[in-house]
């Protein structure tokens, strides 16, 4: 389990939550371009933050490093192609976590600060920021590209199956949450590692092994 000092946790917190909420509003963006509105009529199509947090998802952010928000409500009766529509909604949140980790990497490979200037603390503040927001967006894309429900690979995967198939895939939903937190508890290590390693990975790409 990671370990937090007061300072790293009061600068996870803001990038946490915009982690969350732009993968939340992203998602709901899509849907809403692709004609179901039931996001934007219950108040879910905003950057708010409060709109979005799930407390157990949020919690377990500052204690594994990923998790997720309070999904935003889809009615795919309103898609033209809900099974194509529903996996490119799946995309959008992952997608922008990866986006917003890219923008970071390139501001921290590109910025040679100078630390003998009396801004020398802020600097310091701001590397760090830009660290977290990488690790913490990509471990929010990773993660929720697990493909079991509730998590955006569970739609992914439902997208790219024949019907058939995806039918018998989708009975899987009630016990997705189970099934989760089993690999949590009982995967313990082994689990742990097999997730960490693509997180790693994409890490040290957008990086440049800078972090």
């Given amino acids: 389990m990671p370990h937090f000092d007061i300072q790293r946790i009061l600068l996870l917190i803001p990038v946490a939550l915009l982690a969350l909420t732009v993968h939340e509003y992203s998602h709901g963006l899509v849907a809403d371009r692709l004609g ?8 879910r199509l905003t950057l708010n933050p ?6 157990i998802g949020t919690i377990l952010i500052f204690l594994v490093g990923f998790g997720w928000a309070k999904p935003v409500p889809i009615n795919a009766r309103n ?3 809900p099974q194509r529509d529903m996996m490119l909604i799946a995309l959008a ?24 200037s009396n801004t020398a603390p802020l600097t310091l503040i701001m590397l760090q920021l830009l660290r977290l927001s990488i690790v913490i967006n990509v471990a929010l894309a990773v993660f929720n590209m697990i493909p079991l429900p509730p998590l955006d690979g569970s739609r992914i995967v439902y997208g790219l199956l ?15 949450v189970m099934i989760l937190f089993g690999l949590f508890f009982f995967g313990g290590q082994v689990f742990n590692t097999v997730l960490w390693y693509p997180i790693s990975l994409i890490i040290g790409i957008i990086t440049g092994s800078r972090i």
């Fill in 36 to 43: 179901d509105n039931t996001a934007r009529l219950q108040g």
């Fill in 50 to 55: 409060l709109a979005h947090l799930d407390i």
């Fill in 79 to 81: 898609l033209k192609d």
């Fill in 93 to 116: 949140g992952p997608a922008s976590n990866l986006l917003m980790a890219l923008a970071a990497g390139v501001v921290l490979r590109s910025w040679h600060p100078d630390f003998s």
């Fill in 162 to 176: 024949p019907q058939n198939k995806a039918i018998a895939y989708s009975k899987i939903e009630p016990y997705g």
